[in-house]
């Protein structure tokens, strides 16, 4: 019972969400499905808060080691928390001057648009544009011409670097009809335009039977936890 | 070691000497931010707007007692965290030290929260609780909201019962309750990538894929255009071949499938030189951050040139 | 101002890079170069990458030289895309990324928010992501309020915000706006806003324009919006990261693409070149001015990997000789 329900209700929601793109007249009810499934991500939102306080309190309570990151967690996530909600610093909108809380929540000033453009902005920003650095290491350490895969990879991955900066365009500039007629053939073979044939047929090529693969795969994994074959999302028993 | 400590706390000694010199020795001075006082009549309250040290120059040279644009300490200090941050973040690349480690706790923090925050003012109080109970939501924070959104429709009890049973994960009883919400959310997600995928992603590919093998454009034969429809077909039903594991890759389907593995790698390695691409932008991003906003090293937007305000003021 | 005179007068910034590289050049000229890069410690590459990056933005900043941009086919279709509409065409602009991605996506969504204002057409933001309001909010004041003050919002422009729900959001939308978008970023009703009136569904956008950091993005609008809609048409600035992935959509549901900051960049010159005038705003070269330090990572990043098989083919060669 306590995993027929969920199962039915899989069923339910995943069918009626097929039927309705098919048939018109089922439409609304498939609507009304997905604001719901809107409704509940937001809710997941909460789940997700809650989950990193539960988590973090415990580590601190525990005094395990670190606990002290864990409290700077917990201070960050409940000060954020308490201003976003209480929208502190928010002026009330100008059309409704009488009600406090109807400015919209990241007005430039308030408390939590100063977390959001001095904290959460430059740290995410900076977590990702660490990337950068650890793309030139894992080239110069992993990338190895071992065979002609890796040969054909390389040498695409140099076209496109080139190809898509001014130093492409510098490299194969004499490819020039008019410095010699016969280039006029060789055109092709400046980087740029070999760029833009890669990436057209080969990429494209490649991509588009990647997508149909995964499309495929994706649609089997659907109806397997549709018709209740998959039941791995119930948890344990 | 001890010698990369004594270095590295030379650096850092350099580094603050640097910036405190920078700050208040020199000229123009670095890390400022300047807000413009905006009065809003509605309120009696000043809202004040992100403004420039240009525009600050512009208005003072055309008043030395003007007060709309003026310096703004709470964002001054704000700018200066954010470079300690990113400094703190950048750090880790050296080693892992309790600088980086309170920035990854602050980032955690503040996102989770975030998430939460947003999902509460754009989705729970105007598409949940005002749909529940409309006189509720527009005496408190939604007053503007009219019409027929506005109507009651209590179906949306639905989802709010499902999202306290999602909740309920949260605590250590009644593992099951959650089931029910997260089988619906599963079971919608499934419904709607089925036909999605489907739809999108094989038959439309299909489609894509049908491309005239020999184009006759205006009187001719066009060679390259057909040559390459020729080579796209190609390519993705090698590409197909090689993904089709129930048939052993031998003889004619081995080597159709190695002309697959060509296409694949060549995929590959376009997208390889497209992630580095895009990496790197990221990092400039920072840099520029560090270089313009906070050292006012460069200015290539211009927001500090006092030339645009001596020009206004010689028109006034 | 020149490369040589810039160096002149920056000299504090040569000495800070060689004194910064001075320690590695020790260890070449000690142990020999082979054992060095055999053993070298990644934090030598990314002080490289480092100085690769910063040093042709401190020249870019203080010369203001960029290098000059030959737009391609698809940014081309993606302008075309937009020029064939005419004034007061509704078009909707969902900016779904957040600021990490913003180095490449920033100036697509400046340029297009420039773009869409200068042909006068009806903007109707929203977003995907939680952090996309914020993008929202950062277009507007650095465009619209900032260059085209006579703009009204609610006449010309409106911001819907974020909802949650990924696909979902637009799964409902492109048959139903009104159930899902009941009031404005701001919290105006949406049926007190004028140009919300006979916007029933995004059906009625005669051009969808997504600015994309990932899911959910473009493969979202494609899959659920333009695939099952084909009169819907859509153009989208995604990241480096997933341009590739799409080229398979182009051209019969994705009718234009911008890839990575050099998308952006060759936009960016279209729009100034037709719109700009003789002296762009810098603000809209932001692109333009990251393809320097694109380039000269871009050739670090060859370098090493042309370094990294020389050495691997050596040993490969010792090895077998042995």
Known sequence: MKRLVPMLITAAGGFLLIVAYFIPYWQSWGEKATIWFDVLASIAFILGGGNLLKVHLKHVSDRSRGWGYSLVVLVSFLVTLAVGLGKVGVPPSPQFPAFAWSGPYGQPGGAFWFLYEYAFKPLTSTIFAMLAFYIASAAFRAFRAKNLHAFLLLGTAFIILLGRTFAGVLLTSWIDPSIWSGFQYFTGLRIEVLTVYIMSVFTTAGNRAIMIGIALGIVATSLRVLLGLDRSYLGKE | MKRETAIWALVLILGVVALIGRAAFTETGMGREYVRAVPVPETGATQYETSTYGAYLQATAADQTQTEYQFSLARTVGLWVAAFFTLAVFSFLYGDNPAYKIAEGVLVGVSAAYWMVVGFWTVLVPNLLAKISPSVAQGWATPGLSGPEAEQDLWYLVPLILGVMLLWRLLPKGPWIARWPLAFIIGTTAGLRLIAFLHGDFLAQIRNTIVPLAVIDGGGFDFWLSLQNLLLVAGVLCGLVYFFFSVEHKGVVGKVANVGIWVLMITFGASFGYTVMGRIALLATRLEFLLDDWLWLIDPVQRRSADVALMLVGWF | ?322
């Open chain 3, 1 to 322: 101002m020149n490369v040589v005179e810039f160096l002149t007068h920056q000299w504090w910034l040569l000495v800070v890079v060689v004194l910064s590289v001075w320690p590695l050049f020790a260890q070449f000229r000690s142990l020999g170069t082979e054992k060095v890069l055999r053993t070298l410690d990644r934090r030598w590459i990314f002080l490289l990458m480092f100085w690769a990056v910063l040093l042709p933005i401190y020249y870019i900043g203080v010369t203001g030289d960029t290098f000059p941009e030959v737009p391609s086919v698809l940014s081309e279709a993606t302008f075309d895309e937009i020029e064939r509409l005419n004034e007061g065409d509704p078009v909707l602009l969902s900016f779904d990324f957040d600021p990490a991605s913003g180095g490449e996506l920033i100036p697509m969504a400046t340029a297009f928010t420039r773009h869409v204002a200068e042909k006068k057409l009806k903007m109707y933001f929203m977003a995907l992501w939680p952090v996309g309001p914020q993008m929202i909010d950062e277009s507007i004041e650095r465009v619209i309020r900032s260059d085209f003050p006579e703009l009204v919002y609610g006449q010309d422009y409106v911001n819907l915000g974020f909802k949650s729900g990924n696909e979902g959001v637009i799964k409902v939308i492109v048959t139903n706006f009104r159930e899902l978008y009941t009031t404005d970023s701001y919290g105006t009703a949406v049926e007190k806003i004028p140009m919300m009136e006979g916007i029933d569904n995004i059906q009625r956008m005669r051009l969808i324009i997504n600015v994309s950091a990932g899911y959910a993005g473009t493969k979202e609008w494609v899959q659920y919006a333009v695939t099952p809609y084909p009169a819907l048409r859509l153009v989208a600035g995604v990241t480096g990261v997933q341009a590739p992935l799409f080229y398979p959509y182009i051209p019969r549901q994705l009718h234009g693409m911008l890839g990575a900051i050099k998308g952006a960049a060759e936009y960016e010159k279209l729009v100034i070149d037709k719109y700009g005038g003789a002296n762009p705003d810098p603000k809209y070269l932001e692109a333009l001015r990251r393809m320097g330090p694109q380039l000269v990572a871009h050739l670090l990043i060859i370098g090493l990997i042309v370094v990294a098989n020389v050495l691997y083919f050596a040993e490969k060669r010792r090895g077998a000789t042995r």
